[in-house]
């Protein structure tokens, strides 16, 4: 199931556990999000997110970069510092795009940036922002309140990081904006059509987690943002008060990285960022210098 799914299976779980009825059964038909009988021989639309991401300049397959240390920092960001930030993408930028960028555009697009510098990738060096959409509402008509399995699909965005680094913030949040408009219903459709004609799925697990070496890896020099801004992820209750702490459970290998609301800081928001261990310091230190 997909963090919207999760979520829901939690909630109502906790309220069995508070003696209370459920407040949203789970629709579990999958019907809605089936492929078409018979299946096409083909793709509709091109699905590059099903393929490899680009590799390091010079290597022929990631092998090495999987093995790497890497290590994980929890980066905050205050309320202050994201207006900063959407400030510096939208300059410039409002009448381009139709409306402001979102906190997740802002955020993930200073997230590339960063990672970009602190590899010291070439100018000319391609790298991928994988972007996980929730189709829910893309679908029409939009899949049914409750909707339990995985209606999240992933998509991409491609830079050279010489481009994303030497201009402005917007022009990596409008690299993923277009990505995420591009999501639409022919997109989902096209997409499940294309995973059904795939004679093993196991690939497209997260293999990071289970130790695979042939699905797409999000690590140097690409990234991977998944959002929890809008997952009512706290103050779950079981009947004994509120949580002491939430946060992700895994979070080990290069390229992952999270986006989730500061519990303790209203308009404030926390990073989850796993990268390799000779990458980090310098992470950081653009994270937040970088912030004018």
Same mark, same amino acid.
């Given at each position: ?15 069995? &556990? ?12 999958? !019907?809605?999000?089936? &492929? %078409? ?21 010079? /290597? ?9 240390? @890497?290590?994980?920092? *929890?980066?905050?960001?205050?309320? $202050? /510092?994201? !207006?900063?930030?959407?400030? *510096? ?17 802002? =955020?993930? +697009? ?14 000319? /060096? $391609? $790298?991928?922002?994988?972007?996980? =959409?929730?189709?829910?509402?893309? *679908? ?24 994303? =680094? ?36 196991? !690939? ?7 130790? %695979? ?5 999000? +690590?140097?020099?690409?990234?991977? =943002? ?15 008060? !509120?949580?002491?702490?939430? %946060?992700? #459970? @895994?979070?080990?290998?290069? #390229? ?10 209203? +308009? ?11 990458h980090m310091e310098a992470f950081k230190k653009h994270f937040y210098e970088d912030i004018i």
């Amino acid at each position: 199931a997909d963090g919207p799914s999760a979520l829901h299976f939690i909630f109502e779980w906790a309220r069995i &556990a508070r003696r209370e009825p459920l407040g949203l059964p789970p629709f579990l038909d999958r !019907k809605v999000l089936q &492929a %078409g009988e018979p299946p096409v021989s083909y793709p509709l639309l091109d699905h590059a997110e099903f393929d490899h991401p680009p590799l390091l300049i010079g /290597q022929t397959d990631n092998i090495e970069e999987r093995k790497k240390m @890497t290590t994980v920092s *929890m980066l905050k960001l205050s309320e $202050t /510092q994201v !207006k900063k930030l959407k400030n *510096m993408a939208n300059e410039g930028h409002c009448n381009d795009i139709g409306r402001p960028f979102s906190r997740y555009e802002t =955020v993930t +697009g200073h997230l590339w940036r960063c990672a970009c510098k602190a590899r010291g990738h070439k100018a000319e /060096q $391609t $790298t991928a922002l994988g972007v996980c =959409v929730d189709s829910r509402s893309r *679908m029409q008509p939009p899949l049914p309140l409750g909707y339990f399995g995985n209606a999240t699909l992933d998509v991409i965005a491609l830079s050279r990081s010489g481009e994303l =680094v030497s201009k402005p913030l917007g022009y990596a949040s409008s690299k993923i904006r277009r990505a995420i408009v591009s999501v639409t219903e022919e997109y989902v459709r096209s997409g499940i059509e294309y995973l059904k004609n795939q004679p093993d799925l196991t !690939k497209f697990q997260d293999l990071h987690a289970l130790g %695979g070496d042939e699905g797409p890896f999000y +690590g140097n020099p690409n990234l991977g =943002v998944v959002s929890w801004l809008t997952l009512p992820i706290y103050g779950l209750d079981f009947g004994w008060g !509120k949580e002491i702490h939430m %946060g992700p #459970g @895994t979070h080990d290998f290069d #390229g992952d990285s999270l986006i989730l609301p500061n519990p303790n800081e209203e +308009g404030g928001l926390i990073v989850a960022l796993c990268l390799q261990v000779c990458h980090m310091e310098a992470f950081k230190k653009h994270f937040y210098e970088d912030i004018i």
